[in-house]
């Protein structure tokens, strides 16, 4: 059954008929990214969040953390409102946040289906157990192929790569219900490597590869022009990593293309952000993931002083305030589905029975 699906909404009838502005109805988000932290382990060189080039993160302190008592609040309102799941992300690096493994249980024992990306270098001890036993998936990023391109990449220590693999191999071994999933981020320095990886990422035990390419700039059309000189020999590698690798026990998916049609947008109000909105380190609720750490036109306000449920379910007119086509010219990994929505709500209703 399909794990990656731009419809996963529309098995959320009453959500999907509250979002327009005339329903003057508002229901909880579905599911909710918590960034706890924007402190990181790692020091990507590609990192969307510190390129200077890129909107996403350019507000962002990487001193803001959730504090704790934030949180066990945050916990008790997605419990209460009845959000369906939870997915810990950065800015940082979650598993860097000291009450992760405390936050995640107390989630997945409230009803909150849970999952976190990672890095996947402090995926062992309490937090591993937690996510094995209660998490629905654990996707951790990966780029280098061996420790001097780990090294290189992330500025870390020769020896990161072998950790790695040795949690993602000690994970499996929990025997939990977990799936475990790569990220493998895609630039022209490991071009040659695609294939490759995913070989050794299957040998390793993991459930799912996902090949993406790097994000290097605010523009769809450079992104594809900094690809261009390895795109073809890159698809070849993803393709035969479907043909050669995929098997029941372990799923390739290809997200490696050009970009375009995520930047480009035709629509005014941006249904995602109810669906699946942002909280953040400093405490704020943004947009989406590609608007995170944006004051200018991110931000749908502040829950510092108030707790996420009262924010939430106040003032609908929030939710409608940012325009898209003068605010989103940029990466969104949620236009697909916003298009495929807006379609949704669009039909006369006179034509419904002309299926």
């Known amino acids: ?27 909880a988000p579905i599911h909710i990214r918590i960034k706890p932290t924007n402190a990181c382990n790692h020091n990507c060189s590609y990192c969307a969040y510190l390129n200077k080039d890129l909107q996403l993160g350019q507000d962002m302190s990487i001193a803001d953390r959730i504090p704790a008592q934030k949180m066990e609040e945050i916990v008790s309102d997605c ?29 997945a024992e409230g009803g909150v289906s849970i999952a976190t990306l990672t890095n996947g270098a402090l995926l062992h001890g309490e937090v591993a157990e937690v996510f094995s036993s209660l998490g ?15 090294a290189r990449f992330r500025s870390v220590g020769g020896d990161e790569f072998s950790k790695i693999m040795t949690n993602i191999k000690n994970f499996k071994k929990l025997n939990g219900k977990c799936f475990l999933g790569v990220s493998y981020v895609i630039n022209r320095d490991n071009a040659d490597h695609v294939f490759e990886m995913g070989q050794k990422l299957k040998d390793a035990g993991v459930d799912s590869i996902k090949f993406s390419g790097c994000v290097v700039s605010n523009d769809g059309h450079e992104n594809n022009r900094y690809h261009a000189p390895v795109f073809g020999r890159i698809k070849e590698q993803t393709q035969r990593a479907k043909a050669e690798l995929q098997s029941d026990g372990f799923e390739v998916f290809d997200a490696y293309h050009e970009l375009d049609e995520k930047f480009d947008k035709q629509y005014t109000w941006c249904p995602n ?55 989103c010219q940029h990466h969104c990994v949620a236009n697909r589905t916003n298009k495929l929505i807006h ?13």
Not at 2 to 17: A, E, S
Not at 136 to 150: A, K, Q
């Open 343 to 355: 379609e949704y709500l669009n039909v006369n209703p006179d034509h419904l029975p002309f299926v």
């Open 79 to 107: 419990i209460e409102m009845g959000v369906k799941a939870v997915t810990f992300s950065g800015g940082g690096e979650p598993l860097c946040y000291p009450q992760l493994a405390t936050t995640a249980r107390n989630l």
């Open 136 to 150: 629905t998936w654990i996707r951790i990023s990966m780029d280098g192929w061996d420790g001097p391109s780990y």
């Open 1 to 27: 059954m399909q794990l990656y699906t731009n419809l996963k909404i529309f098995h959320y009838q009453d959500k999907l008929d509250s979002l327009p502005q005339e329903s003057n109805t508002i229901e």
């Open 273 to 327: 952000l109810q669906i699946q909105p942002v909280i953040a380190a400093d405490q704020r609720v943004y947009t989406c993931h590609d608007k995170a750490y944006n004051l200018d036109a991110g931000v749908l306000g502040s829950i510092k002083d108030q707790s996420f449920k009262d924010f939430w379910f106040s003032n609908q007119d929030k939710f409608y305030e940012i325009n898209p086509i003068r605010h």
